[in-house]
């Protein structure tokens, strides 16, 4: 079973650049990388999605290697309302062949004043 | 608001029951995900839909159920239900291109069992 691994949690100080790593060695070859925010007792929230090399967007950028095996995703100047726990998503075609998705095991972002 | 919808919000019940989560997608997606969130699993992939047709499947339980209506809801059955299945269950929903789709999640509905 392919596992997708995230460290388990961060502290930042307000204004600092935060990059999360995820681990994702049997991504299946033509899916696409997402990251997800999540507050406590609240569904996911779409932060940003990549193929390969770097994707910017107004809130993240990520950055993914040529061999897709891992995917950072790059947080500009966080505010304490960033605090959150911060998912990645991968598609995986490994085992038997049938296609899931499988989410990172999610890092806890602490953004302190 | 992401535009999903599900209800209920809270479902509190016995252990050997029988309940029924309903999800609504946003206006115009035809792709409809549920996924199980606990404290010591995180968040696992349930079941995905896609105009009707299941698309893809996790490590869903032979006692869960899922199916999407041809008005593009889906409805999750779980069955003979144990403690270890209370958790959050969010639906998501999403419009495919290609490979690329942003899943939009709804609420989710927390489910005690007792």
Redesign the interface.
């Known amino acids: 079973l392919a596992k997708t691994t995230q460290p388990i949690s961060m502290d930042s100080y307000e204004g600092q650049e935060v990059n999360i790593t995820c681990s994702h060695n049997n991504i299946?070859t033509?899916?696409?990388i997402?990251w997800?925010q999540q507050f406590p007792?609240?569904?996911?929230?779409?932060i940003i999605?990549g193929?390969k090399t770097k994707v910017t967007n107004e809130v993240a950028s990520l950055f993914i290697p040529a061999d897709r095996k891992s995917s950072t995703l790059s947080l500009p100047r966080v505010s304490l309302s960033d605090t959150a726990v911060y998912?990645c998503?991968v598609?995986d075609r490994s085992g038997s062949g049938?296609?899931?998705?499988?989410?990172g095991?999610?890092t806890r972002l602490k953004v302190l004043a | 608001d992401s535009g999903v919808t599900q209800t209920p919000k809270h479902l509190i019940t016995a252990t050997g029951q029988r309940v029924t989560l309903r999800c609504s997608p946003r206006s115009g997606d035809l792709s409809v995900y549920w996924y199980q969130q606990s404290l010591d699993q995180g968040l696992q992939f349930l079941i995905q839909y896609y105009n009707g047709e299941e698309r893809a499947k996790g490590n869903i339980l032979e006692r869960f159920s899922a199916q999407q209506f041809p008005d593009l809801h889906s409805e999750l059955n779980l069955s003979s239900l144990e403690l270890g299945d209370s958790a959050l269950y969010f639906c998501a929903s999403s419009v495919e291109v290609g490979y690329s789709y942003e899943q939009y999640f709804g609420p989710g509905t927390r489910l005690t069992v007792t």
Do not use: E
């Open positions: 299946a033509n899916d696409y997402t997800y007792s609240q569904g996911p929230r779409f999605q193929y998912y998503l598609g049938t296609y899931k998705y499988i989410f095991t999610g």
